[in-house]
């Protein structure tokens, strides 16, 4: 199985600053990752599929890049309603893994 | 807009058996690939199960094969998710998810939608 590594798994941080969350699959995935948004007792909604492109309205400020083991999802100019926690999943063949989460907190 | 609601959770002995439903809609049921991911108390997240859009191809991780079976009525824009022999392990929230699945390339996406996920305690 791919085993998927999120980090840092918690981050505190201010409105308005530059965030980035990593995610590190076992072997080449090949771009065959989303990143999901998890906000206090809410389902998890999609933000990034196919590791760069943004989910029918997600805002901007979001952006995903990477390739083969190594992917990061950026948050530019945090906003309020940014926190919460994040999850990387691939899609290079089953089992579908996800990464252990990274919680963002207000400062 | 895109609706999916679970239901038939609870507490279960461990050994037992449950059948979780996801009545789904806003969109064309019997067109989209469907799963079942869950979200154990430690917030770690799991993919348990997903059926083709005419039901007739299934996937399972080995954690749950043999003892988990997904399946579908399109007739009624119903997911369920039967659940036997079930153990402490399995205690979860259960999320119903759309996929975002490109039949063509035979390409997964992504899980585009989730419903508001349904509670399993399985505890004696």
């Known amino acids: 199985d791919i085993q998927m590594t999120q980090s840092p798994a918690s981050l505190s941080v201010s409105v308005g600053e530059t965030v980035t969350i990593t995610c590190r699959a076992s072997e080449n995935i090949y771009s065959n990752l989303a990143w999901y948004q998890q906000k206090q007792g809410k389902s998890p909604q999609l933000l990034v599929y196919a590791a760069t492109n943004l989910a029918d309205g997600v805002p901007s400020r979001f952006s995903g890049s990477g390739s083969g083991t190594q992917y990061s999802l950026k948050i530019n100019s945090l906003q309020s309603e940014d926190f919460g926690s994040y999850y990387c999943?691939?899609?290079?063949?089953?089992?579908?893994?996800f990464g252990g989460g990274t919680k963002l907190e207000i400062k | 807009d895109v609706k999916l609601v679970e239901s038939g959770g609870g507490l279960v002995k461990p050994g037992g058996s449950l059948k979780l439903s996801c009545a789904a809609s806003g969109f064309t049921f019997s067109s989209y690939t469907m799963s079942w991911v869950r979200q154990t108390p430690e917030k770690r997240l799991e993919w348990v199960a997903t059926?083709?859009?005419?039901?007739?191809?299934?996937y399972y991780p080995d954690s749950v094969k043999g003892r988990f079976t997904i399946s579908r009525d399109n007739a009624k824009n119903t997911l369920y998710l039967q659940m036997s022999s079930l153990k402490s392990e399995d205690t979860a929230m259960y999320y119903c998810?759309?996929?975002?699945?490109?039949?063509?390339?035979?390409?997964?996406?992504?899980?585009?939608?989730w419903g508001q996920g349904t509670s399993v305690t399985v505890s004696s």
């Open positions: 059926i083709s859009s005419g039901g007739s191809y299934t």
């Open positions: 998810t759309r996929d975002d699945y490109d039949e063509g390339r035979g390409h997964y996406y992504a899980m585009d939608y």
């Open positions: 999943q691939h899609f290079w063949g089953t089992p579908w893994t």
